[in-house]
């Protein structure tokens, strides 16, 4: 296959999880659950968004591209998981490109998603007043606008420069899916290029949205220990802690993939870590951001009750 240079490997091998049947078999049944969870959860954050009119608010809007980002990441990624369980650990070379290009996109706009919430939060609790005006449905749709489409300009170019390179052998990819880091240690040509743009889409994905991000909370936290009385710090702290929480879990497992010491290795704990921030961060999104908020609840309750009538 030819792409920029001569390429002769058409099938990558994807690392599979385990050899043990029994464990393969309960790790399929573990992961299809998770998949069916994180579609059927993510699709319902959809749904009762879109048919509740009281729900039509910045935070809601920015809560369903999440929900969206995580259904791409979660259908790009789990499908190929499953059948690497059951069947062939097996990938084409443009497959793999595919799934490199939905997961990178998603992941990055995620990021910048995360920046965005947290700045409607101190708007919100920091500015009152003015949050209206500031975070207009003009504000907010150009703000989404950026995150996706900074988010596919960053896959298009991480995903563009592996096609520049040629792939020889060996074919196994030491991971259970195609990211950028360990399908470039299988490239025959240099890949200093690429190293480059890796590093510079991580500072600015990773390291400057957690300091963006991280800012915002620090007004936010300095602003409800200003509030007096303790329902209104309860109150306040209520409305971003869901967000915090997502937050602190993703980049944290971003962060150790990226940033640590031997990228590309595919030890127990990096599969782990994987796991965490591909399939199990999309599956408790929506369980983590619905469960203590009584107005979701109270539109996803009405949303049911009318599918069963």
Known sequence: MASGNQTSVTLFILQSFTDDPWLRAALFCLFLALFAVALAGNGLIIAAIRCSPNLHTPMYF?????????????????????????????????GCLSQMFFFTWSLSSELLLFTAMAYDRYLAICRPLHYGALMSVRVCLTLAIFVWSIGSLNAFVLTGLVLRLSFCGPQLIAHFFCEVPPVLLLSCSPTFINDVMTIIADMFLSGMNFLLTMSSYGFIIASILRIR??????????????????????????LYTYIRPGLGSAGLLDKAVAVLYTIVTPTLNPLIYTLRNKE??????????????
């Open 62 to 94: 920015f809560l369903v591209n999440l929900a969206m980002l995580d259904m791409i990441c979660t259908l790009s990624i789990l499908p190929k998981v499953l059948q690497s369980l059951v069947g062939e650990s097996t990938i084409t070379f443009w």
């Open 229 to 254: 009385s303790a329902e209104g710090k309860r109150r306040a702290f209520s409305t971003c802690s869901s967000h915090l929480v997502v937050v602190s879990v993703y980049y944290s497992t971003v």
């Open 296 to 309: 979701f609840k109270a539109s996803l309750r009405k949303l049911l009750l009318f599918f069963t009538k």
